[in-house]
């Protein structure tokens, strides 16, 4: 038994209790417990069964066996679970624990980690049962009941094939670039050993509850707390009014507010209205409904289309309904469509889409010494902490902020959550805090994706060749700024996909509303638009009479060929024609055999870029016990930028991997910005590889910073004035797909991915993450949805299930082809890979339904309804 489970005592216990048999020891619990998940990890402190969901059961992180048997033990109750025989991966005998740890870690089975316990749980149940007979397709059905946002289940299914059939696995390799090394810190990962934010316990530690508001748009009369504060365990409740810094935080624009006071107004269905501060998690949820708050109700603005002529403001304390206008133009637009052989001219639209990354947002607090420690798992920790210190109003000096690397982002971990909720509630009480948010809450306060509605006029000459483009869009920013200027900048950059076209015109505008606030999102406004580019490329190629995968090879960009803002490409877009020379044959035997198939081309940026100057900054260290320390400023999210720093550093050193410790925190200024643009193993790896080289000229001297610096500080601004041709990007990544349905059903039957990646530091992380991207790109194009109430502002889909994402048995097989087109001057010749797996698949589904039934597709998503209901 692990010797973190031990029976409750005190009072919860003496008023009821349950008892069990936990991993081969009788223990004592409280019913005071909501279900089996909150004995196990808030009663008994066994911390593999995740929370990624509770109650609802519906993402099969907490997974544990009762009675031999696989269940969902958030919904269990104790009643159900009383005498039961409960195991978890703690319990297993350390070579049933090898066994699955070791192959999750050799077949790349994991990213973030986060869901993965509860799939080792399940899939045990199903390999004592059937042993080496159990099929792929079986086990694929039995994961109905788990998400996993990360890696498509492909090397989930993998492993769990090697441990059913007792594959042998392969010794890991040296682990130099280009090297299959297993993961950082992959086998804690795979046995919840490795601790995420809520898993952490600091003694005297109070837990905090958010009470949100009731209406998207309304001012805030009154706040009373007599109720919450007289409820058991409630040591404190605290508004907008105990803030002793500033009132406003944001990554670009401050002007998210922590807490909306009285006399205030809130603008969307996430802000915060208090913090209660009790004794326990229990205590202080409960608590939070009993803060009651009289409001004076507004209709709230929720059409993006009126706000950005609606003279009445969406959003208190800001000027207008407009956050941003991007716009470019090269050419006569006018005179080249009017010349132009054919025309298309169509409206697109895409849909709102949730992250639902597994991990609900956590954060621990601890004040010590008139300082401040937190840890988070935000995507920019270097950000937290300056905007903690604002909030706390003390100098950057007196907060340090932890990485703890977190399950799962894709940008939605970039704005804070409840970071500066946390660290006000333990300044003010002097107590450790840990505060982390329900699903339900999740889903309400962070950023998603944004809709955008885009209209593309666009011309090509007889052959096919593209003449012109004028884009006009509108996307839907929600409340606050997040990074949403961006994102349609970014869109309106990659406006014209990865083609030369001679004549464009482009305008991008984010409008303000009081629906949930949009922000950073794997793809970040380049899908958005490619959705459409691909969707005129393929209307283009019917009218000039030839297939879609040629009209792509007769405008896709080479080296010299100016590029959509303007941009001279140089060799690195060599990339994009060479992933689409890599399906031609795949399409040619599709098109020979009379198979449904249809194609698609992207690139996405690698990289901030748009005159943006990037610096980031790396330390290695050699202790004096042999360990070696390595530091660097990005959040490790899944995406394996530990082991990236772990590759580079043995690749310049020749330091043994298992000898390294990888280390994120604000005790050195290496951190500037967020990891987001898919720059994290770019800048990450040239960061690193300068600390090497640091070290190597002072001969490897212990106990001393080695620091390393990379810097891109070249790039210019959509529009910038007197520059011809900006180089608005440092580097891109390219990626075509190609995807196969079933003419009968319309069911997708495969998909193959050829990704240019620059240079695989390792393959297996790479193939991970377009695996992954491909899964969220299929369920992006058919079935996911986060939709508001246009007469609320809230959120219509609040649970999981409800968001469409798709179940392991719904995912066709995937084959990944890796491209290595080298950056010029990049470390390596690395491009990005984490965003640009997803750009090219909605365009690739929408044509392979056309080939099916003649339909062009201009709305997102496709097939609504698709999702699994097992």
């Not at 069990?20 to 417990?33: A, D, E, F, K, Y």
């Not at 994991?110 to 086990?139: H, N, S, T």
């Amino acid at each position: 038994m692990a010797d973190r489970s031990i029976s409750e005592t005190g009072q919860d216990v003496a008023e009821g209790s349950v008892s069990l048999v936990v991993n081969g020891t009788p223990v004592v619990v409280s019913r005071r417990h909501p279900h089996l998940l909150s004995a196990l990890r808030d009663g008994l402190g066994i911390t593999s069964p995740k929370d990624g969901c509770s109650p609802s059961g519906q993402c099969g992180c907490c997974t544990v066996l009762v009675n031999g048997k696989a269940v969902v033990s958030c919904q269990t109750s104790l009643d159900k679970a009383d005498g039961a025989d409960v195991t978890t991966l703690e319990g297993l005998d350390e070579g049933e624990r090898d066994r699955w740890s070791s192959a999750f870690a050799a077949c790349g089975g994991l990213q973030c980690g986060f869901c993965i316990p509860g799939i080792v749980m399940r899939a045990k149940a199903q390999v004592d049962k059937k042993g080496a007979a159990l099929e792929r397709r079986d086990m694929a059905r039995h994961l109905g009941a788990h998400l996993c946002r990360c890696t498509g289940y492909v090397k989930i299914l993998d492993a769990i094939d090697a441990v059913a059939k007792g594959t042998p696995l392969a010794a890991p390799p040296a682990g130099r670039i280009g090297d299959r090394l297993p993961k950082y810190e992959a086998a804690a990962l795979a046995l919840g050993d490795r601790g995420y934010v809520d898993d952490m316990h600091v003694d005297g530690m109070l837990h905090a509850a958010l009470r949100l508001t009731d209406h998207a748009r309304a001012d805030v009369l009154s706040i009373d707390a007599t109720r919450a504060l007289a409820a058991p365990g409630v040591v404190a409740v605290f508004t907008a009014d105990d803030i002793p810094g500033d009132r406003m935080v944001g990554i670009i624009h401050k002007d998210w507010p922590v807490m909306v006071g009285p006399g205030q107004r809130t603008s969307y269905a996430g802000d915060v209205l208090a913090v209660v501060v009790a004794s326990d998690r229990i205590a202080a949820r409960a608590a939070a409904d009993l803060v009651d708050v009289e409001y004076r109700v507004h209709r709230p603005i929720t059409d993006p289309v009126e706000a950005v002529s609606n003279p009445d403001i969406a959003v208190a304390g800001t000027d207008g309904n407009v956050l941003s206008t991007s716009r470019y133009a090269r050419g006569d637009v006018d005179a080249a469509l009017a010349a132009s052989a054919h025309v298309v001219d169509e409206v697109f639209t895409t849909q709102r889409i949730e992250h639902a990354f597994l991990e609900p947002e956590s954060t621990v607090a601890l004040p010590e010494d008139g300082s401040i420690r937190v840890w988070s798992g935000g995507q920019g920790i270097w950000d937290d902490r300056n905007d903690v210190a604002r909030v706390l109003g003390i100098g950057n000096d007196r907060v340090t902020v932890t990485l703890v690397t977190n399950g799962g982002a894709f940008g939605g971990k970039e704005d804070m959550s409840n970071q500066a909720h946390t660290a006000l509630a333990a300044w003010l009480t002097g107590r450790p805090v840990k505060c982390t948010l329900s699903r339900e809450e999740s889903l309400r306060i962070h950023a998603k994706r944004h809709p955008i509605r885009m209209h593309y006029q666009a011309g090509c000459d007889a052959d096919g060749r593209l003449t012109a483009l004028r884009v006009r869009a509108i996307g839907d920013s929600g409340a606050y700024a997040s990074v949403g200027m961006k994102v349609l900048e970014r869109m309106a950059g990659h406006a014209s996909g990865p083609y030369r076209v001679p004549a464009i015109d482009v305008e991008a505008v984010a409008a303000r509303t009081n629906n949930p606030v949009c922000g950073a999102f794997r793809g970040f406004g380049a899908n958005q638009a490619q959705f459409a580019m691909e969707g005129v490329m393929d209307r283009l190629a019917h009218l000039a009479g030839i297939d879609g995968w040629e009209i792509r090879k007769r405008n896709v960009v080479h080296p010299g060929d100016v590029w959509g803002p303007g941009q001279k490409m140089d060799d690195g877009c060599l990339g994009a024609e060479a992933c689409l020379d890599a399906v031609k044959a795949d399409w040619d035997r599709a098109q020979a055999e009379g198979r449904v198939v249809g194609v698609g081309l992207g690139l996405k940026n690698s990289g901030l870029g748009n005159g943006f100057k990037e610096v980031t900054r790396a330390v290695v260290r050699f202790r004096s016990d042999g360990r070696v320390e390595v530091r660097h400023g990005w959040t490790e999210m899944g995406q394996g930028i530990n082991t990236v720093a772990q590759q580079v550093v043995t690749e310049e050193l020749g330091v043994d991997p298992d000898r390294i410790d990888v280390i994120v925190d604000t005790t050195r200024e290496l951190g500037f910005g967020q990891t987001t643009g898919s720059r994290g193993t770019l800048m990450g790896a040239g960061a690193v590889k300068a600390a090497c080289e640091a070290a190597r000229a002072a001969g490897c001297s212990p106990e001393v910073d080695h620091l390393g610096e990379y810097r891109v500080d070249w790039t210019n601004k959509i529009g910038e004035p007197g520059v011809e041709h900006p180089t608005i990007h440092s580097a891109f990544g390219y990626a075509a797909q190609l995807v196969e349905i079933d003419r009968e059903t319309g069911a997708i039957l495969r998909v193959i991915a050829a990704h240019d990646v620059g240079r695989a530091v390792n393959p297996t992380l790479c193939e991970g993450q377009i695996e992954g991207s491909v899964h969220m790109g299929l369920g992006y194009a058919l079935s996911e949805d986060f939709p508001s109430d246009p007469d609320t502002g809230f959120p219509v889909n609040m649970t999981l299930r409800s968001l469409g994402i798709l179940r392991a048995k719904d995912v066709p097989p995937i084959e990944v082809r890796l491209i290595e087109s080298p950056q010029p001057d990049a470390p390596y010749g690395i491009k990005g890979v984490g965003e640009i797996g997803l750009v090219p698949t909605a365009g690739a589904v929408a044509a392979a339904l056309h080939a099916r039934d003649g339909a062009w597709r201009t709305s997102l998503p496709m097939m609504r309804g698709a999702e699994s209901d097992d």
